[in-house]
């Protein structure tokens, strides 16, 4: 039988996502609400296909793809992110993910994407057009954000949003002054002097 695991925190996508997974003749599907779910999960249901959001409460998408390939390397992984894919794509594709949907494409990417990735190829979508017209100051930028852990990516995405200290601190599980850390870090590694310019920043490279 066909199993699945959805791993999204909206109750809508998880809804959407399991219709296209019945029309492609999968069973038996659960459903993961926050990352912190995710292992108890594959481990008692053993799903052959996992459908993961990055953006989760507790524990991170790409902290929980990294989870799952370390469990079971043989299992598919399909992300499927708002994200944009000029820096997480790679990022995904290096951490074993077998395809990456972005939400902003159409349920039939999906499609095609679960089809591909069940017959043992991968799927990954095209870079958004303004990657072929990037000035050099960018694609500089783009090479410090390339440098970036996955955690420090996450944070400065999250600080970029305008998101505070605390509520990061909450979401992600860790304690106030480990994200203020962080936070001078990044100010550090992308050569920027202040919180405001830290969301100039994400913005100006289409992270926010």
């Known amino acids: 039988m066909k199993s699945a695991l959805i791993v999204d925190d909206h109750p809508v996508v998880r809804a959407a996502i399991r219709i296209v997974l019945q029309a492609e003749g999968f069973k038996d599907i659960h459903e993961a609400s926050n990352g912190s779910e995710v292992m108890s999960l594959i481990r008692e249901k053993n799903p052959r296909l996992v459908i993961l959001d990055l953006c989760l409460p507790a524990v991170g998408g790409l902290d929980v793809l990294a989870r799952i390939k370390s469990h079971d390397p ?8 708002s994200h944009d894919p000029l820096f997480y794509q790679e990022r995904c594709l290096r951490a074993g993910a077998m395809a990456y949907v972005t939400k902003t494409n159409q349920l039939q990417q999906l499609h095609k994407a679960i089809q591909a990735v069940m017959v043992g190829y991968t799927y990954f979508s095209a870079l958004p057009e303004h990657v072929s017209v990037m000035t050099t100051v960018q694609t500089t930028e783009k090479q410090m954000i390339d440098q970036l852990s996955d955690r420090e990516l996450s944070i400065f995405e999250q600080l970029g949003q305008g998101k505070a200290n605390k509520a990061i601190a909450e979401d992600m599980h ?18 920027v002097g202040s919180a405001v310019h830290l969301r100039d920043f994400a913005k100006r490279n289409h992270l926010i």
Do not use: A, E, N
Not at 178 to 188: A, D, F
């Open 74 to 81: 043989g299992c598919r992984v399909l992300v499927f992110s």
């Open 174 to 191: 860790l304690s106030h002054k480990t994200i203020s850390t962080y936070k001078t870090r990044l100010m550090k590694k992308l050569g």
